[in-house]
């Protein structure tokens, strides 16, 4: 049982590139999520997916794109990175929207954009 | 624009304090409140969750809200070097997605 897994762990891109960050739950959870963590930013939602099937923007959408693939895989896609885009992106999944229903967290891709 | 506000610390306590550390949310609706701790480099981990007014003890840790003054708060007792880490707060919004928003954190040192 690996939880949620990501990758890649490491990226660097540069500007105008493009890329997939992959990620994959094996908790059968209905609701995965997109967050990208800054310095002193806290955790900021981009994109989620309540439900196999559907896709919605979070605070933070702007550049970024989203598939929910199966009810296992949630990739989100930098079409053309900019350096404003350097950060470290979690991918969470959540059982369901039940009050006691906790995030589970990937272990990070840390991208850098040049 | 649903907001969790969390003191920004860095927060520094000797080995055996209490560490507090406190949160505020914006939405009145939200029913559920999480706090994760996260060691530098690595994800978030869920510590404990709390959706009734008042206390909720989990070994060292005891999370407490108060839905009137819309405040949360964890209390570590016997605080260890282990639990220097970043603490993060977070709500679940009140609409039927159930979205969790973050505050961004509060940085916490045990010194032996």
């Known amino acids: 049982n690996a939880g949620v897994t990501q990758t890649p762990k490491f990226q660097v891109l540069k500007t105008g590139q493009s890329m997939t960050l992959q990620c994959a739950q094996d908790m059968n959870h209905n609701s995965m999520y997109w967050y990208r963590q800054d310095p002193g930013m806290g955790l900021r939602l981009i994109y989620y997916?309540?439900?196999?099937?559907?896709?919605d923007k979070g605070e933070v959408p702007n550049g970024y794109n989203v598939s929910r693939l199966n009810k296992r895989e949630f990739s989100l896609r930098l079409e053309s990175a900019a350096p404003s885009q350097t950060s470290v992106y979690f991918c969470?999944?959540?059982?369901?929207?039940?009050?006691?229903?906790?995030?589970?967290f990937g272990n990070g891709t840390r991208l850098t954009v040049t | 624009q649903k907001e969790v506000e969390q003191n920004s610390g860095p927060l520094s306590v000797p080995e055996g304090a209490i560490a507090s550390l406190n949160c505020t949310y914006s939405d009145q609706g939200s029913q559920s409140f999480f706090w994760y701790r996260q060691y530098s480099g690595k994800s978030p981990e869920l510590i404990m969750f709390?959706?009734?007014?008042g206390d909720k003890e989990d070994g060292r840790f005891t999370a407490q809200l108060n839905k009137a003054s819309q405040y949360v708060s964890l209390l570590i007792r016997d605080s260890q070097p282990s639990d220097s880490a970043t603490y993060l707060c977070?709500?679940?919004?009140?609409?039927?997605?159930?979205?969790?928003?973050f505050g961004r954190g509060t940085q916490l040192t045990v010194w032996p």
């Open positions: 977070a709500a679940r919004e009140s609409s039927t997605l159930g979205r969790l928003y």
């Open positions: 997916s309540a439900s196999e099937g559907t896709t």
């Open positions: 709390i959706y009734s007014n």
């Open positions: 969470a999944s959540m059982v369901g929207q039940t009050r006691n229903s906790p995030l589970h």
